[in-house]
């Protein structure tokens, strides 16, 4: 065979053992999906620790929020003046949602014109045994228990007797008739009003915060708490 064909044969068994490249389009389209892929590992590596950070501290403020008298939601809760006791729906978002101690709401029942709460750790809570007992000292306790009975008369129609259970602490915690709880706070004037800042006056600083009104509330049912973890 002449050397030019034995040349031209050897080049062509070379071309069909030798794969062929990619088309250049498709090359370009692999590296951006790589790209595109290598963005998205890095940006959960860097974001994902804030995203999980900002969810810890947004569990954190509510249990904050939750653990004393606030005055941050007080317009909101104004706002829902005039519930109708049977409207449990919105009493369990009163309790759970608006008033301090919601997260650790372990249940209510509606009997007649009376409304019974109870308050203890839960699964749905997500604390511990520890952060509960941190959470009903024997100040913050007084503090909620006040501050939610005479909220509840203000807020809810129809109510007559309040009975707020504790888990810890003696049973029953605290049962007040809406008779008796208007001897201690002003419940007619605390009716009338439409702002934070007299709300926070009448009933938090003149009532809540006030040593004598408070020695009044507990002088009916004072709190026991046992010694140790309640």
Do not use: H
């Amino acid at each position: 065979m002449p050397q030019k064909k034995r040349a031209f044969a050897l080049r062509i068994r070379r071309a069909k053992t030798i794969p062929s490249r990619p088309p250049r389009r498709l090359r370009q389209e692999i590296v951006l999906l790589f790209c595109i892929l290598l963005i998205f590992i890095f940006g959960a590596i860097l974001v994902g620790p804030t995203i999980l950070t900002n969810q810890q501290k947004e569990i954190e403020n509510l249990y904050i929020y939750q653990r004393m008298v606030n005055t941050s939601n007080i317009s909101e809760l104004l706002d829902q003046k005039g519930i109708n006791l049977g409207e449990s729906a919105k009493i369990k978002a009163l309790l759970k949602d608006s008033l301090p101690a919601g997260l650790f709401l372990s249940s209510f029942d509606i009997t007649l014109n009376k409304l019974t709460i109870t308050y203890d750790l839960t699964e749905q809570s997500g604390r511990t045994q520890q952060s509960y007992d941190e959470f009903w000292t024997a100040d913050n306790t007084e503090q909620i228990i006040m501050y939610n009975t005479a909220a509840l008369f203000v807020l809810v129609r129809n109510l007559e007797i309040v009975e707020i259970n504790v888990a810890g602490y003696t049973y029953p915690t605290c049962i007040f008739t809406a008779e008796q709880a208007a001897e201690i706070f002003n419940l007619e004037t605390l009716s009338q009003i439409n702002t934070a800042v007299d709300w926070q006056q009448e009933l938090i600083i003149n009532g809540v915060y006030d040593e004598d009104t408070r020695a009044a509330f507990f002088e009916v049912y004072p709190l026991t708490r046992p010694a140790g973890p309640i």
